[in-house]
Nanobody, 123 residues
Framework: QVPLVESGGGLVQTGGSLRLSCVAS????????MGWFRQAPGKERDFVAA????????MYSDSVKGRFTIFRDNAGTTLYLQMNNLKVEDTAMYYC????????????????WGQGTQVTVSP
């Protein structure tokens, strides 16, 4: 288990921006996929974005493509999600996850999760 700590959530108006951070406590992320997921009240946890640990390839859900960017620092200890042009429907608890060897968009394959950070977008 790798402790993950997210930060950067908050309240923002439609069209605004936020940057989420996720720190792997005490170690680097390694070679598995790193991902961001979100969960709104009463809904399932949905895939947002992922980045490959080996090659840095990035994948996005259709709902955020072109607005969100996932990236990591060179040291391999911090994962980011830059969110631009936020919409009300982006409101959710956002979670970072690490360690999926494949199926980057399936939450069940990630063994490591953070506690979540709330993003609220007002009209």
């Amino acid at each position: 288990q790798v402790p993950l700590v997210e930060s950067g959530g908050g309240l923002v108006q439609t069209g605004g921006s936020l940057r989420l951070s996720c720190v792997a406590s005490g170690r680097t992320f390694g070679n598995g996929f790193m991902g961001w997921f979100r969960q709104a009240p009463g809904k399932e946890r949905d895939f947002v974005a992922a980045i490959g640990g080996m090659d840095g390839s990035t994948m996005y859900s259709d709902s955020v493509k072109g607005r969100f960017t996932i990236f990591r620092d060179n040291a391999g200890t911090t994962l980011y999600l830059q969110m631009n042009n936020l919409k009300v429907e982006d409101t959710a608890m956002y979670y970072c996850a690490f360690g999926s060897p494949y199926a980057y968009s399936v939450p069940q394959y990630y063994p490591n999760w953070g506690q979540g950070t709330q993003v609220t977008v007002s009209p």
